[in-house]
C-alpha cells in the first residue's frame, strides 16, 4: 500500500516533467538544464 501511494505522488509530478521535456527541442531543454544549474 505504501508504494502504491509512494507511486501516486511521485509519479504523476515526474510524469508531468518527462511531458514537458519531451515537446522541448533541445537547444530549449540545454537552455532549461543551465538555468537549474547554479
Do not use: N, Q, S, Y
Not at 507511486?7 to 537549474?36: M, S, W, Y
Amino acid at each position: 500500500m505504501i508504494l502504491a501511494m509512494l507511486v501516486l505522488f511521485v509519479g504523476a509530478p515526474l510524469e508531468r516533467h518527462i511531458r514537458e521535456r519531451a515537446r522541448l527541442t533541445p537547444a530549449e531543454a540545454a537552455r532549461k538544464d543551465a538555468e537549474r544549474k547554479p
